[in-house]
């Protein structure tokens, strides 16, 4: 569901940037008080799985579509809804500024449908409300399926809208929202389904790694180096080989845009800022599209080098932001870690 620039005027990038920067910083000042040493190893690896996991497009049969996971859902279940905002916005960064994967304009579009929707409404009030009197494998798929329905039926609504704002008249609102919601159906229910099935095998190694679980608070495990390591050799088996076998169809966001606009491609407007952007988006991204700008630069295959790079830059940048975010608490407080360490 990354929205490409194309889908939106500058107007509509701009104050979507603006609202997203607001709330990350919101996030960021709640969050120094909560964070602790034991969350940050776990915010990488948990950020290099999302990126991995989000190349792997798996066909939507009958349809020419295919989808991708999201993965905040999942975020939310083992880090909680806070921390779960900062990783996923390091996910969309990465991809945009380094793989061409997203808008740089609507970067901020892209964060507020995949990172603030489910993350911070999403999931306090339909994950918590499904687990709240029991937490166990089943009301842990429950809650993952219902929260990816709900996750991406409003992120699809708010693309649409954010394209009827933007004056897209190539994609009227009512079909164009038709459509969206049709396909993401059957995406957000693959969704649920798979981050309910990493949800349960967390849970039976290490229930205390999830984030609902009402016997430890996160910053007190101490025995998650196990489900950890697996979690980072799964991104790197998953970005690395498994992307190899991703689905070549269009995702949900193109499928649709293509059926109801009848172009495979839409173009922008033209506009400065669209061209600056694209400008610095080309001069930065070094995998565009998960691949060697120039073929065959190195004998191993471009999706499978872009997968590895790819998580292991994400797992890096989601601990120093982490870090930098528990530095803030050490100055407020002259310690550094909170009282749920031990």
């Known amino acids: 569901m990354h929205m490409a620039d194309a889908l939106i005027s500058p107007q509509v990038g701009v104050t979507m940037s603006i609202v997203s920067i607001i709330t990350i910083a919101l996030v960021i000042t709640k969050l120094k008080d909560q964070i602790t040493t034991k969350m940050i190893p776990l915010m990488g690896i948990m950020g290099a799985f999302v990126f991995a996991a989000q190349m792997i497009n798996f066909t939507i049969p009958g ?69 709240a009197k029991r937490v166990n494998a089943g009301t842990l798929t429950l809650a993952a399926v219902v929260s990816s329905i709900i996750a991406l039926e409003l992120g699809a609504f708010s693309v649409t809208v954010m394209t009827s704002l933007s004056g897209i008249t190539m994609l009227p609102f009512g079909a164009f929202l038709a459509t969206m919601t049709i396909i993401h159906l059957p995406i957000s229910i693959i969704e649920g389904l798979v981050t309910g099935a990493v949800l349960s095998y967390v849970f039976a190694e290490r229930h205390e790694l999830i984030e609902v679980y009402k016997g430890e608070e996160i910053g007190r495990v101490k025995t998650a180096r196990p489900v950890m390591i697996v979690l980072l050799v799964a991104a790197l088996i998953v970005g690395g080989l498994i992307s190899l076998l991703a689905s070549a169809y269009p995702d949900g966001l193109e499928w649709s845009a293509a059926r109801i606009s009848g172009v495979e491609e839409i173009e922008g407007d033209g506009s400065s800022l669209h061209d600056r952007l694209a400008a610095v988006q080309e001069k930065f991204a070094f995998m565009p599209d998960y691949d060697y700008k120039t073929p065959g630069t190195l004998p191993v295959n471009g999706v499978t080098t872009a997968g590895i790079v790819g998580s292991l830059i994400t797992l890096t940048v989601a601990v120093v932001l982490a870090f930098l975010i528990k530095t803030l608490r050490r100055r407020k407080y002259g310690d550094a870690d909170s009282s749920l360490v031990e």
Do not use: E, K, W
Request: charge should be neutral; proline fraction near 6%; aromatic fraction near 8%.
């Open 63 to 131: 349809t020419g579509s295919s989808g991708h996971l999201v993965g905040s859902i999942l975020l939310c279940a083992i880090l909680g809804p806070l921390p779960a905002v900062i990783v996923i916005t390091s996910v969309l960064i990465i991809q945009s500024l380094f793989f061409a994967d997203g808008g740089l304009l609507a970067l901020g579009c892209n964060i507020f449908n995949m990172g603030i929707i489910p993350c911070l409404i999403v999931y306090p009030l339909v994950f918590r409300l499904i687990v």
